[in-house]
């Protein structure tokens, strides 16, 4: 249900209004609508990270340290981009690895830190226009406790109910193994193939790497896959199960089979192999987490990047917008474009955090191979609409004890709802709108319907042009 931190690697474009709007868990009360596109254009990506030609050396500054580390002129490295990816591999060089690399910097094209972590607070209102979660992993919190915002953290309900629409009516997902024989979203036939096909009787594996859908069909059934299965797949990675590797997207679940020769198998030996070989002792510094959750932080995802950053210091160079990159006989030069004028940095290794298709451009004059290779990848676009409704406008059957509970709702493509998904923001997360209130994040486009962002985009200007 929730999108993660890197779920979203694509520019965005905000634009923020009011007018009125239904959904399937209102009546027509107005509502407050906050849109954010995320486009995949490669020719606005170009123009903000793009190769520069004919560079007069004479108008180029040499950058020069100021950390006083390494000779002053040679940096042992340059992570480009200063997104979550950018920022925690520079803290990681910085802490862990200073030894060999004791001299980094960070550069980002953007006035500001998070890439496309981007939150926006008004009104009362506190909403994410990119990722709204991460999945509280060691090495994340560690991370986050590293920063300093241990008590800035908020986890979700690990209880909240999850929901998948299904014929018209929201069904719950079973949370636990006690609910599998009760849920209502999967026929007996269908609780039967999934149980005989998890302990191994189902066909075998074919002689290719599988798909996605392939893996579930052949292992748990179709209903598993197209109740459950598609809608996460849309829902959180925005992809195409048709075409989502399994390896990829779901190695642990693929691993099982392997492993054990199926889904149960592989879970006993896993069990089995934990047992014999426990893991080291957690550090104690990190909270423990109550069931499967996300988190997030009292004021939004962006207090990671920002605390990032702090910690970072005058290694993070912002505005600097890289034109070129060049290789020497050790190393290499890269040029860019900053508020100081074009800058030359000196480099012994560089990390790319930027889209592929702007390490296409990028790398092209270095290895043709590899700038084909990177532009191939697709970059499905996604639009977060946020909406509020005044708590009296839910309607009573979406309510449990009189209040809207839960993570939120997943929309198989049958089902023909456009919206991949939706997020109950106000109530997986504390304060994030005014009393009274009730704030939902909904997720739209994809792999499996791009067209859907011209629609929005062409509606708004109707609505506003005319």
């Not at 594996?205 to 459950?228: A, I, K, M, Q, T």
């Not at 070989?277 to 997030?296: A, F, H, M, V, Y």
Request: charged share 20%; hydrophobic share 35%; with cysteine.
């Amino acid at each position: 249900m929730a999108a993660t931190l890197t779920d979203f690697l694509f520019p965005s474009l905000s634009i923020r209004h009011t007018f009125p709007a239904k959904s399937s868990l209102s009546s027509s009360k107005p509502c407050r609508i906050l849109i954010t596109t995320s486009s995949s254009s490669r020719r606005r990506s170009i123009l903000r990270c793009s190769i520069a030609k004919d560079i007069s050396p004479s108008s180029t500054k040499i950058h020069q340290s100021s950390d006083g580390d390494g000779d002053g002129s040679i940096l042992d490295c340059v992570v480009v981009g200063a997104g979550i990816s950018g920022l925690c591999i520079a803290q990681a060089l910085a802490t862990k690895h200073a030894e060999i690399a004791r001299n980094v910097i960070v550069t980002e094209t953007r006035d500001r830190v998070g890439g496309n972590i981007i939150t926006f607070e008004k009104d009362g209102f506190l909403w994410e226009e990119g990722p709204n979660s991460f999945q509280p992993s060691d090495p994340m919190l560690t991370t986050v406790v590293d920063c300093g915002l241990k008590d800035d953290l908020v986890f979700g309900d690990p209880n909240a109910p999850r929901f998948v629409l299904w014929n018209g009516k929201l069904r719950p997902v079973p949370s636990k193994p006690m609910d599998l024989p009760f849920f209502d979203l999967m026929s007996f036939s269908g609780k039967l193939r999934a149980g005989f096909g998890a302990f191994g009787l189902r066909p075998p594996p074919p002689g290719h790497e599988e798909s996605v859908e392939e893996f579930v069909r052949r292992n748990l059934g179709s209903e598993v896959f197209e109740r459950l299965i598609e809608p996460f797949c849309s829902g959180v990675y925005a992809g195409d199960p048709a075409k989502l590797s399994m390896k990829a997207a779901f190695g642990r679940v693929w691993n099982l089979e392997q492993n054990g020769g199926s889904i149960i198998g592989g879970a006993i030996k896993a069990f089995q192999d934990r047992k014999k070989n426990p893991k080291p002792s957690r550090d104690p510094r990190l909270p423990t987490p109550k069931g499967q959750t996300i988190c997030s932080f009292k004021k939004g995802l962006s207090m990671l990047p920002e605390a990032l950053s702090k910690r970072l210091g005058g290694k993070v160079k912002l505005s600097w917008k890289l034109l070129s990159v060049k290789k020497l006989d050790r190393g290499y030069t890269l040029t860019y474009e900053t508020p100081e004028g074009l800058i030359s940095v000196q480099t012994k290794s560089i990390i790319l955090t930027v889209p592929s298709h702007v390490a296409s451009s990028l790398l092209r004059p270095l290895s043709a191979v590899a700038a084909d290779a990177l532009s191939k990848f697709y970059y499905p676009p996604v639009a977060a609409v946020s909406i509020s409704y005044p708590k009296e406008a839910i309607r009573k059957e979406c309510l449990i004890d009189g209040e809207l509970k839960g993570f939120g709702q997943l929309h198989p493509r049958s089902q023909g709802v456009e919206t991949l998904g939706t997020i109950y923001s106000s109530s997986l997360f504390p304060n994030r709108a005014p009393p009274g209130r009730v704030l939902l994040l909904n997720y739209i486009g994809g792999a499996t319907n791009p067209g859907i962002l011209s629609k929005v985009m062409k509606n708004f200007h109707l609505q506003f042009c005319h």
